[in-house]
């Protein structure tokens, strides 16, 4: 459709791209691939011509088609990850550039991806995240009261940041909390275990900023210097909470 006069109003393009930009963005996407997709979606509709800026909290756009003109902004917080999410909508703009939807039908099908569930239900991850972390205990050599410990000790300090994280305290806020409540946990039973050092390390990890490091790096890679920057910032927040929760909590064990 790229070239034709598109049939779709240029407003309307702008909406759509931006709010797939804004899901991508939210959903853990990479700065690059954000906006790739806010460019191929305005493009499958009929834009000749689609500019992009992103930055940490926000995302921008300018489509062109002839003399016509349109640019939008849209505040972009970040939500975590959903890589279900992502998967979808790659799989919505291939069939909207296959012209397998026409614009009516790809509005209704990507309303139907924003309103789907953003994440499991907070409790079955509470659990899974003690769980993993029980099992890098296992890794690291841990015998069976270890992980126990470990896994009971890291679900109680996942349950505290999403309690923090729902009233919005901030990333340096929930991570010094959590890893103090749950190395405080680990260090209070970990006469339990003979292997009490493989409990306190792996008691934290469930906080480490995964998803922002690997985006991050990504970031640089492409180019887009000032967001990868931003996003090493906000890890290097977290991990410092972590190691300020840390140090409590082993002051006051004793360690």
Known sequence: MVGMKPNYPLPKILTFALQVGLLAHQSGASTHRTSLLIQRTAKALGAARVEVIISSTNIGATIEWGDERETGFRKAPHMGANFALLTSLNQWLVDLEQDELDPVRAQLALD???QRAIHYP???ITVLVGLSCGAFAAL???DV???LITTLGSTLGMALRFYLVLRHFKPSVFAT???FVALLFVGVLRHFTATPDAALAASVLFLIPGVPLINGAADLLNGNYLNGMVRFTMSAVIVFGIAVGVSLALRILGI
């Open 177 to 179: 909390a959590a890893s």
């Open 140 to 142: 690291f050599g841990g």
């Open 145 to 147: 009261a270890a992980i």
């Open 122 to 124: 907070r409790w079955l």
């Open 112 to 114: 139907t991806i924003a």
